[in-house]
């Protein structure tokens, strides 16, 4: 029978129990596969978590918690951390008081993403210290080591997960005696904390000297270690490619990097001097190949076509014996679609029947991007439907220019789409434009999420609402419609040509409830209902 | 890799893929072996194709099942067969909703509980696991219903010729 003290947990929950027992203050992100489950198991066992109206905001709360002397965790998917980079970058700077840890759950392979962007790059370019667990195991360990790494250097520090990392289940033993840490308490520091140029001079300078320590650091570190066997090959490798390589080659020597920024130089030029012949396994882009050998340290890398998509045992096996790609044809799965009575259904069909050109956005409706609808023109990123959009409308021929729709989702919209909407109304193209948002009142692609439109938190406890038409409205957009649109009725359609041929600026919301949500939203409403019940008859 | 069962369950989102793999996870981890299961889901719940890889034995070092090594394949939609089949490794095992009789099931979505029981007849994980896990997972009348299905399930199956039969590595 299993040990009592064993659990089997997947790699976002372990990183939430460590960030539980740590007693992480509080814990915040923007929904993303594959981060999401980090903050709701967190909330689930008992943390404070909350999701920010985007990934900036959400680090931001996190650098003013550690500000404040108490630990944050900050958690989003790889292009999350694109759109927090400012903060991330200024935050190596100022530095942090309490603990500051920043996941980045990368997606090679692109499973559920809009591009396959190694974030460790990220590392290296801001200038914080960089984690990468293999398992469950040290996702968990990792978040414990790099939370005291933060408090001892006062800075930021980035845990790189990926996605089989975040989502596979491998055993974790927790930790017995760790003890939750109290708030610091506040110390004004503003030679530290705010950078101006004359302070961020020196900021930069303080940076660079942490990193000198850190690397000298990493080389005594438990987090990178040799394991010698058949000195003939040697592998470097970190992450998820660790336990593919090991299974691939049980017999051969390898370096294993956990702490891979910045990266322990001398350990690794003692380890190829160990080893007959020395290869690098990672996933992604060369990274460590480019910095190993940019140190002068002769190593070999893996074919370039093993950048793209995950590795796996395969894959390592080929690259390991510099074999090409299998040539495997793998028959093609289903393709996700949206759900029978989407509500989106019937705007692409109209979008589709209208013959508009749509510059989309984030979330389940992207897929109005497939047949049957092929109702899709662009889709680029969190935000970008409205600025694209408007940018086709000022340079397209005038009847085309005319027939240019924005469609963005209510949690993309309040996430990334005011400003673009701000745009819209400051610079409006001689057109006008058309903006659907399309508001099924969660954030459905990565599991029904709340966000600030919904009124629930995290926790899906009740909280102030933002007003999507009240936003619409005070940003000044002439024309504002809410609609819900049906089957078999045509006044959805007739909204939008009339719209299009107004070529004044008009938002269009159309609002239901997204189905797989409707009977949660039932839930939540009575948890309401009978909380409020409770008060009245207290009164 | 050798004193390691390899089992990728298959289907669409929305059948239940996550919580049978979960389930063999949670049985095969209870019974004392190292587990590893892994899975993509993200755009999953469109109804798109999911699939979960579970591994165990004395140690697992990858999360993924390396292709052609699943000693079985568990499909719980038909069509789902074709784009998993290259997984399976020669003489690995086949379980599919035919072997089932559907009939009998009590409710549609207890066909992965039932495709289980029909698996579990080559683990060495012994019933009482099973349904120790099965009641974490389902709740009250659905614990029930399931635990029917799975003892359908291990009957549908020793009724037929089996023509693969897989050591399963014991501790």
């Known amino acids: 029978m299993v040990d009592e003290e064993k659990l089997l947990l997947t790699g976002d929950e372990a990183v939430g129990l460590a960030a539980k027992h740590l007693g992480v203050a509080l814990g915040t992100g923007y929904p993303g596969t594959p981060s999401t489950e980090i903050l709701e198991y967190f909330s689930e066992i008992g943390g404070k978590a909350q999701w920010s109206p985007n990934e900036k905001v959400a680090l931001e709360v996190g650098i003013g918690v550690a500000f404040a002397g108490a630990r944050a965790l900050v958690t989003m998917k790889h292009v999350g951390l694109n759109v927090a980079s400012d903060s991330l970058f200024a935050s190596a700077y100022t530095g942090v008081y309490g603990g500051l840890v920043i996941v980045s759950a990368d997606d090679p392979g692109l499973a559920s993403s809009q591009n396959e962007q190694d974030n460790r790059r990220y590392a290296v370019s801001a200038g914080v210290p960089m984690f990468e667990p293999s398992d469950s195991q040290e996702a968990y360990d990792f978040t414990i080591a790099a939370f005291e790494l933060s408090e001892k250097w006062q800075i930021p520090v980035l845990l790189r997960m990926t996605m089989r990392v975040c989502h596979s289940r491998t055993i974790v033993i927790p930790k017995k005696d760790l003890t939750s840490k109290n708030p610091l308490g506040y110390v004004k520091d503003a030679q530290t904390r705010v950078l101006i140029p004359a302070y961020a001079r020196f900021a930069h300078r303080r940076l660079r000297k942490k990193l000198g320590e850190l690397k000298e650091w990493s080389e005594d570190c438990p987090f990178n270690f040799s394991i010698f066997k058949d000195k003939s090959l040697g592998i470097i490798t970190s992450g998820i490619s660790f336990v593919h390589t090991c299974e691939a080659e049980p017999d051969t020597s390898v370096l294993k990097l956990g702490f891979t920024y910045p990266l322990p130089i001398k350990k690794i030029a003692e380890f190829v001097n160990q080893v007959e012949h020395c290869i690098v396994v990672e996933e992604g882009d060369p990274y460590l190949y480019e910095s190993i050998r940019a140190s002068g340290i002769n190593v070999d890398g893996k074919d370039e076509s093993y950048r793209f998509g995950e590795l796996n045992v395969e894959r390592v096996r080929n690259i390991i014996q510099k074999k090409p790609e299998s040539e495997r044809k793998i028959p093609p799965g289903k393709p996700p679609q949206l759900c029978d009575g989407c509500q989106y259904r019937i705007v692409y069909d109209t979008l589709s029947r209208l013959g508009c050109i749509v510059s989309g956005d984030i979330g389940c409706y992207t897929l109005g991007v497939l047949p049957p609808f092929n109702a899709m023109d662009t889709c680029l990123c969190m935000g970008a439907s409205i600025g694209v959009g408007l940018g086709l409308r000022h340079s397209l021929s005038e009847e085309k220019a005319r027939k240019v729709v924005s469609v963005i989702g209510d949690s993309t919209f309040i996430h990334s789409g005011i400003t673009g909407l701000v745009e819209m109304v400051y610079n409006p193209p001689p057109t006008g434009h058309v903006v659907i948002i399309l508001d099924n009142q969660t954030t459905a692609m990565t599991g029904l999420q709340e966000h600030p439109g919904t009124g629930r938190k995290l926790n899906h406890e009740p909280t102030n609402r933002v007003v999507i038409e009240d936003l619409v409205k005070a940003i000044g957009v002439k024309n504002l419609h809410i609609v819900e649109p049906r089957l078999g009725s045509d006044s959805f359609e007739k909204l939008l040509n009339e719209s299009l041929n107004k070529e004044e600026l008009t938002v269009i919301i159309a609002r239901r409830p997204c189905l797989l949500a409707s009977k949660k939203l039932k839930k939540y409403q009575r948890c309401e209902d009978v909380k409020k019940e409770v008060n009245r008859e207290k009164k | ?171």
């Open chain 2, 1 to 171: 890799m050798t004193g390691i069962t390899n089992v990728l369950i298959a289907g669409l989102g929305g059948q239940g893929v996550l919580t049978a793999s979960d389930l063999l996870a949670f049985s095969a981890f209870e019974f004392g072996f190292d587990v590893k299961k892994s899975e993509i889901k993200g755009m999953s719940q469109r109804g798109g194709s999911v699939s979960s890889d579970v591994r165990f034995g004395k140690k697992v070092w990858s999360p993924m099942i390396p292709p052609c090594e699943a000693d079985y394949l568990v499909v719980l939609e038909p069509t789902q067969i074709e784009p998993n089949l290259f997984m399976l490794k020669e003489g690995g095992l086949l379980i599919t909703p035919k072997e089932i009789d559907l009939n009998k099931l009590p409710g549609k979505q207890t066909i992965n509980s039932a495709l289980l029981g029909a698996l579990s007849l080559f683990l060495p994980i012994p019933v009482e696991i099973w349904f120790k896990v099965m009641s974490k997972i389902f709740l009250n009348e659905k614990f029930e219903k399931n635990k029917v299905a799975f003892l359908l399930g291990c009957d549908s199956f020793v009724k037929k010729p089996v023509n693969v039969s897989i050591q399963n590595n014991q501790l």
